[in-house]
């Protein structure tokens, strides 16, 4: 298992204010969440969790926009939590703070419009942060494509170029989509592939241009 632990950071920008604190708000809300006994925290996931059988009728829009705060169990939250520290603070450095939170969120509904695309029906609940985090991912692929991604691999640390861990990444995401649609696609419960390819192309789309925009000498200098 290749698990990211750190990358190369920019030296000067702005301060990745919302990249860290929406990690303080995923950890608070999930910590918040898990006082609930077991019937009222599934509850809670179904009526703030993104339901696609719903959207598509015009039904609990808003949790488009609350489903990205949730997290359906401790390893669901680490996981994110962990992509959202190493690889957003780079992006909301350079295009600053406002337009990052704008990205981020634009990228969760980029992701769940992407999974409801595919899984109109589906009466599972999607929560997450997955989606608005892949689309970072995305974004600095492209912004960032020469970064040295930090990795542990069980015992052994080594660096790899972003291009080379993310492409990777997404080359998993679509064979795990691709293998999960069926007649069963959106009638169990699982990990939502598809919003993870579709908030990652977002972000890549976006990333362009934010490298023609945003990135230069003064940006790219690393730490």
């Known amino acids: 298992m290749f698990l990211p632990i750190g990358d190369e950071n920019i030296a000067r920008g702005h301060t990745p204010y919302f990249s860290y604190g929406f990690i303080v ?71 600053g703070n406002f337009r ?32 608005a985090i892949s689309a970072v991912l995305g974004a600095y692929l492209v912004m960032f494509p020469k970064s ?14 972003a291009i080379f861990f993310l492409g990777y990444w997404f080359v998993q995401q679509l064979i795990e989509g ?5 007649p069963s696609a959106g009638k169990v419960a699982g990990v939502a592939w598809w919003a993870h390819i579709g908030g990652f192309v977002f972000g890549l789309l976006i990333g362009f241009y934010f490298r023609t925009r945003f990135v230069g000498y003064r940006f790219v200098e690393k730490k």
């Not at 992701?111 to 942060?129: E, K, R, T, W």
């Not at 930090?150 to 052994?156: A, G, Q, S």
């Not at 691709?178 to 069926?182: A, D, F, K, M």
């Open 178 to 182: 691709v293998g999960n649609l069926g």
């Open 25 to 95: 708000l995923n950890i608070a809300i999930f910590i918040w969440q898990s006082t609930f006994l077991e019937s009222g925290y599934n509850a809670f996931l179904r009526d703030y969790g993104m339901i696609p059988a719903e959207i598509t009728v015009g039904v609990d829009l808003e949790t488009l926009l609350t489903s990205v705060f949730l997290h359906g169990d401790f390893m669901h939250l680490f996981g994110n939590m962990l992509y959202l520290w190493i690889f957003a603070d780079n992006v909301e450095a350079v295009v």
């Open 100 to 131: 990052f939170v704008v990205f981020y969120l634009l990228g969760g509904l980029a992701a769940s419009f992407a999974q409801i695309y595919i899984m109109p029906d589906s009466l599972i609940p999607n929560v997450g942060a997955s989606g």
């Open 148 to 161: 040295q991604i930090k990795v542990l691999f069980f015992v052994t640390i080594f660096y790899i170029p």
